[in-house]
């Protein structure tokens, strides 16, 4: 009992924190539709089958989640998170259905009952893993990032480099823009949750770059329209979240990031943080980023998502040092820097583990083909064996081991991109590397499939 003598209960129990789980799982956005593509906001397929797994490993304390599971957890973050921003039905009485069901009440109380433990659980280890050692001063902290920027501006891009090695050019771009379509097609969304309230003229500050985002109100010129453009030109459905399937775990995890620190404002030191990385790193970063679009689709292609950025945030990465932390710091004294160092570091490293992910897929969709005979190693004594109707589909997902996948009887599609598909018949197997992300559908009338780890 407390001073009121209320019966005090916590929303973070074991039993209250399962509860709210099953019903964010057994939301009908995150259902298979039995297709691989969205065909409205409101559709968010993510395996819930794979729910008790990952709630008994959520559950436990410390470690980090295996590849399969964070993929899970993360678009279950992501979902409940997007339940907050405004998608609205077409006109079909079928969409009008699942808008009403998307922003259920319940849904999105349960979403808030697990989101702390959620993202405790996805983001911890960057506790673990970034150092930060000292006493920062805002001298120090300028000196430090200034000086990480400058590297970054001389780097050149891993990406352009392997874009020249591939076979595919245009499906390894296309691939690229479908992951940023995770976050860019509703850019600034995060960032709009930290201008409301009061803080002073800091506050201001940011309204003026989430109003640059936001086009200063002319819808054409809105950072979301402009990548809307540029996915048309690329020839891709800019439908929000069309590609949702085949986001990989890092690209949700970016976005999955910014919404953390900015629904939740103990986190608002972090965000300034991160805030300034992504503005600052941003006007080099685009700079490649066009290049590879150029590369891929010609000289003439639509670039002006990427250089709109490497112009105006030159001047977002400056306001967002200059107008919003250098007064904060002296507002709020520098035992905040320490946060905001935190927030710097931590997008910098999601964002290197997000480019590994999407180059390591990208690499391996390129070369990736059918085989006659399983890799030496294939532990054939734990083989699965699956039979499936035709049509029938397996949401994509990914492995924490490398797996030999084998056709005994029938047809089916390995699905590992929207732009790869590889037919497998009888006799013809694949290797599925660890943590690369696939799905499957079966094009005969029936298919018996076998699986088995490769040590
Ligand atoms: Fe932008
Ligand atoms: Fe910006
Ligand atoms: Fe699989």
Redesign the pocket.
Known sequence: MNQHNLPTASLFDEETQRRAYAIAANQECLASTGDFYAQSPFSRPSRPQDLPQFVSQAMSEGGDLPPSLALFGHRLLFTGYEQELVFLPQKTTSQMKSYRSFYDSEARAAAAVIRPALEKKLFGWMDREIELSGKWTLDAFREYSEGVLEDLEKSDSTFLRLLHELNDKKSAVQFFIVQCASDFLCE?SAMARNVLGNYGPELSELFK?LI??YGYGVHEKK?STLFEELMRDAELNPMPHYYWQFYNTGSLSLANYFQFISGDHNQFFRYLGALYF??AS?AFITRHQSAAIKLAFGRDANTLYFDE?TH??TH?GRMAFENLIVPIVEKCGTGVLGEIVKGFEEFRTLLDRADEEMLAQIAWLDKADKADNAPVGTRSDETMVFTEDEGELSVTHCHDLDEWFEVEKGAIDLVCSPFKRVRLEAGEGMVLPKGMLHGSIVVSDKCTYRVAPVA
């Open positions: 600034a770059i640059d985002e950072h992504t503005e941003l950025h105006i945030d977002h």
